[in-house]
């Protein structure tokens, strides 16, 4: 087995990576982290956390480097920076959620500098991430992956290894359009239960517990009869992630009819000002005249 990781950067700590980056050095590892409003990194430092005031800075004395952006673009434009900077025999574990093509153009970049990549989606959202209980989508060479293991073990309560870097973001696309139709099912349902005076809590009474009543309807289905829209996870990374899938199945010749309907959906809420709230806002989109 490879040394364990002693230095690991961490480049993003927002909702996800700030909760990563703590239970990473609980775990005994040192954390070097990087955000682009310091502000937020500043926010978790010390307990074995130091900032560092630029990407490269971050990641020039780390054994691994996780990246934790909001985005592909977001994730080159910094890597692009920090990537000089790293040293030969590091490896970049990159967790964010950014589709095939984007991570495509990842794998190129770290080719490029002969570095050696992780693709490892996370599976959770933020409570599960300040629980360190994320499931982590693992792909890439074995050797990396026993590199990475004790910060997917310190990050997640499982790690599923599903081979060459590349397959943990597919497999994440999966979960994901499969979250999404459940999202925007469940918005539908509430709002067709409130419009025909059906009390949506006896819908959601009705299913718990059983085949039909997944946790999470639970979980979203409160939010939204409730109007509460704390973000766990903001709805402008669930467009992104609707967008990510419909993407991936273009490039397959496939069409998705409730992913399609669903990122609609999504944009119809951000655009009435629900970009930052949690995903269970898209609700607000059903309740809209032009859908009556
Ligand atoms: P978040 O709280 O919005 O954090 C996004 C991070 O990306 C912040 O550090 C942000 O910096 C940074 N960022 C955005 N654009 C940037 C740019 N152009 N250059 C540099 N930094 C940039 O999001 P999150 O929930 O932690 O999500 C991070 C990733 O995990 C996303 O890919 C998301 O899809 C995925 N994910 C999220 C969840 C969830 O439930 N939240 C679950 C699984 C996976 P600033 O702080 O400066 O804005």
């Known amino acids: 087995m490879p040394e364990p990781p002693q230095t690991v950067a961490v480049l993003g700590t927002g909702i996800m990576g700030a909760p990563m980056a703590r239970h990473i050095a609980g775990a005994g590892m040192r954390v070097r982290a990087w955000n682009r409003s310091r502000e937020k990194a500043d926010a978790i430092a010390g307990d074995g956390i130091d900032i560092a005031g630029l990407p490269a800075e971050a990641v020039e004395s780390a054994d691994v480097v996780v990246t934790m952006l909001a985005d592909g673009d977001a994730v080159l434009s910094v890597m692009k920076e920090a990537i000089p900077a790293m040293r030969d025999d590091a490896v970049w574990d990159q967790m964010s959620t950014i589709g ?3 991570t495509e153009r990842v794998a190129a970049l770290a080719d490029e500098h002969r570095v050696t990549l992780v693709d490892a989606p996370a ?3 933020k409570e599960p991430a300040e629980k360190g209980e994320l499931i982590v ?3 890439g060479p074995d050797e990396a992956l026993d590199v990475c293991a004790p910060i997917f073990e310190a990050v997640g309560s499982r790690t599923i290894r599903v081979g060459d870097a590349g397959a943990g973001t597919r497999l994440k696309l999966v979960i994901n359009n499969w979250l999404l139709g459940l ?7 509430i709002a067709f239960a409130q419009e025909i005076d059906v009390d949506p809590r006896n819908f959601l009474d009705a299913i718990d517990g059983g085949p039909l009543g997944p946790a999470y309807a ?3 289905g409160e939010m939204m009869i409730d109007d509460r829209f704390d973000p766990s996870f903001p709805a402008r990374l669930a467009l992104k992630d609707a967008e990510l899938v419909l993407e991936a199945a273009e490039r397959h010749g496939l069409v998705l009819p409730i992913a399609e309907t669903v990122a ?5 809420a951000i655009s009435e000002g629900h970009a930052d709230d949690d995903m269970a806002a898209v609700y607000d989109a059903w309740r809209q005249p032009a859908n009556r």
Do not use: C, D, N, W
Request: proline letters at 0%; a positive charge.
């Open 137 to 139: 989508l693992a792909s």
């Open 264 to 268: 609609r959906q999504f944009e119809k």
């Open 123 to 125: 599976l959770g959202t």
């Open 100 to 102: 095939i093509s984007a």
């Open 183 to 189: 999202v925007g099912t469940l918005a539908e349902t």
């Open 218 to 220: 639970r979980l979203k």
